[in-house]
């Protein structure tokens, strides 16, 4: 910066006082030094030049992502790492840890991974409270958002007995008081019970609008997901949710649950025999859904999805208007659960990209 100053001064002085430019200088130095003043003033407009091409560049660089930022944000299942603690025997109360880790934002707890615990006091206060403060601490501890529980094994909220049908919707409170102590918005049901299409919706629609009605003053919505049985027909599901018409009474779609009819007769153990059309269904779930689950089982080389399109369902889910938490729930075998996960998480990303 000195040298340039001075040259500087020199030319200026040279082309208004040519007889000092003489005592100063011989022609050679001057034009040696005006070489100098350009070169410098060259290489300040390219450092210039460069510093600005870079904060453009980077600005754009943070505009595309931007551009590109999905719709939804991302949650867990905890239903994605049940192996590693139904079989490998890992603590449940780990799952804020590891989903922290692996980059997630949401959780969603399943209600059967802690009944070994729960079991042994006959689901007490004292164990669900126990149970709360757990994953309260560790959450908070992680900076995690609990979202919702998934409840199962709680009796049939769709039996066609009446009092099988309201000790089922007892059996949920609990975990209704133990959602609004953490802080989910949801707690997830089936609609387990007849078989017979009429009698369900009859038994579905009381169910559920028992259970709704206890939770609506805690602020605590009942989802139903489409989950085996009648409860993966859609348009059946979704012509209770109009029936019971509660605002804190929703689903839960589901890309992958849709096997209304297995070979045993069970809701999930067999081959399926019978299935609703996926993409059919999510669309006629998603006015009334409350949570996404984005489920998962295999993979192609390319990182697709080898039986669902996420980017179609994408495109569903978000012409719905729908812009919360997406939980990752991978189930298939090929994959570890934590490479599962991960596969899943980035096939997501990926696929809200395209659309």
């Known amino acids: 910066m000195r040298i340039l100053n001075y040259n500087v001064v020199v030319i200026f002085n040279v082309i208004t006082n040519p007889t000092l430019s003489y005592t100063i200088m011989k022609r050679r130095q001057f034009i040696g030094n005006s070489a100098k003043a350009g070169v410098g003033l060259s290489i300040m407009g390219i450092y210039a030049c460069k510093n600005t091409n870079k904060k453009e560049a980077k600005e754009e660089e943070t505009a595309v992502e931007a551009a590109v930022e999905p719709f939804f944000k991302l949650s867990l299942a905890q239903w994605s790492i049940n192996k590693m603690i139904r079989n490998d ?38 164990a669900m409270k126990e149970f709360v403060d757990r994953s309260n601490a560790e959450s908070q ?25 309201t000790a089922a919707v007892e059996n949920h409170h609990k975990w209704v008081d133990a959602a609004a102590a953490m802080g989910c918005h949801s707690i997830r049901v089936n609609l387990n019970g007849s078989t017979d299409p009429e009698v369900w919706k009859e038994a579905s629609i009381d169910g559920l609008t028992q259970l709704a009605s206890y939770a609506k003053d805690k602020n605590i919505n009942i989802i139903v997901e489409n989950h085996g049985g009648p409860s993966s027909n859609a348009a059946w599901l979704a012509e209770i949710m109009k029936e ?31 299935e609703y059309d996926k993409y059919k269904g999510v669309k006629e779930l998603m006015p009334y859904a409350k949570a996404v689950s984005a489920k998962s089982y295999d ?47 980035n096939l997501l990303i990926n696929a809200a990209k395209k659309i």
């Open 299 to 345: 993979f192609d080389e390319e990182g697709n999805e080898t039986t669902i399109d996420y980017v179609r369902m994408l495109k569903i889910v978000k012409d719905a208007g729908y812009t919360g938490y997406i939980g990752v729930e991978y189930e298939g075998n090929e994959l570890g659960e934590k490479e599962g996960i991960l596969a899943t998480k």
């Open 141 to 165: 501890k992680h900076g995690l958002t609990n979202l919702l529980i998934m409840i199962d094994g709680q009796g049939n909220l769709a039996a066609e007995e009446s009092t099988e049908r």
């Open 244 to 274: 019971v018409n509660m605002a804190n009474c929703g689903t839960l779609p589901d890309f992958g649950n849709f096997c209304m009819k297995r070979e045993d007769g069970s809701y999930y153990e067999s081959k399926c025999i019978e």
């Open 89 to 126: 025997g890992v603590d449940p109360y780990t799952f804020a840890e590891k989903a922290k880790a692996w980059g997630f934002e949401g959780l969603e707890y399943v209600s059967g991974l802690y009944y070994p615990l729960l079991e042994k006091d006959n689901f007490s206060e004292a």
